[in-house]
Structures are given as C-alpha cells and as structure tokens.
C-alpha cells in the first residue's frame, strides 16, 4: 500500500482493509476514519471587508478603531501586500484561492459573465479555495455574510448549487 505525504489533495481514499466473509461472523468491518484537523492546529478566520481600503482602519492611520488588528499588527502580523480589483466579486475570488482573479474565472462581477476565459464567473474545482483545503485536512468550515461568488445562471432555486457557499465552504 502507497503511503500518502500529505504532498496531493484530496487525500487518496484508503482501500478496504477488512475482510468480507461468506457471513457476518466470518466478516471484519474496515470504518472508514473521519478527516480531523490535527491536535493543536489552530482555528483560521478570514475577514473580507468590502469598499474598505487602507485608510480606513486605525491599524494602518485611519478613523475607524480597530483595537485587535492594531494589537496584531503591533505584533508583527500585517498583511498589506494583496492585490486587490476594484470589484468585490474578482477580489473575494483572488482572496479565497489565493489566485489572479481572471485566471479563476472572476474577471467580472457575476452580473456581467460572459462565456470567454477569465470572465466566465465560474471558479474552477481546479482551484480550491482556502476553505476546501482546510476541509480536506479535516478543518470545519463556514461562510457568513455576501458570497457574490455564484454565476447569474445558477442562482435559481432549482440550482444547481456547486458554486453557493454550501457548495465551496
């Protein structure tokens, strides 16, 4: 049997190892684990605020207090390098795979896809977000508040609904 590095996602299924007998008490059952996040990992929040830049919060010489993101950043921990759009579809999209919004389908605001490359408004499974990745690791994951990340075409009730938040979060 291969041993998984913990190099590819998904982790590879683990083939049977129990025994099936010709009745149940020649049988062995082989319960398949559940993914558990490892002891101590820590808990992950992403926070996406929307039409906020930099000179907002106190953190970085703005009005608004942000006593907890100063304390953090007083600590070391600033994140003032990502690339942002200026549309809150295309920067949701970058900020949850990690990717250039247009080479994740999210060149535009959902409204206006379009079926060209880049703009077709549909983040491909290719490209998981930080949440399957955390999920896949065994991590319980949720999303609160504006998705804006569904295509126009797939925001009926009759679905489908691989790309709601209940389908990537």
Known sequence: MEV??????????????GKIGVTTSD????????????????NVVVVLLDDVGFGAASTFGGPVPTPTLDGLAKQGLRYNDFHTTALCSPSRAALLTGRNHHSVGMGAICEIGTGFPGYNTVIPRSAATIAEVLRLNGYNTAMFGKNHLTPMWETSPAGPFDHWPTGWF
């Not at 998984?4 to 982790?11: C, D, I, Q, Y």
């Not at 559940?34 to 002891?39: D, E, K, L, T």
């Open 4 to 17: 998984w590095n913990g190099t590819v996602l998904p982790k590879p299924e683990k083939p049977f190892s």
């Open 27 to 42: 049988s062995v059952a082989d319960k398949p684990e559940i993914q558990r996040a490892p002891a101590g990992a820590p």
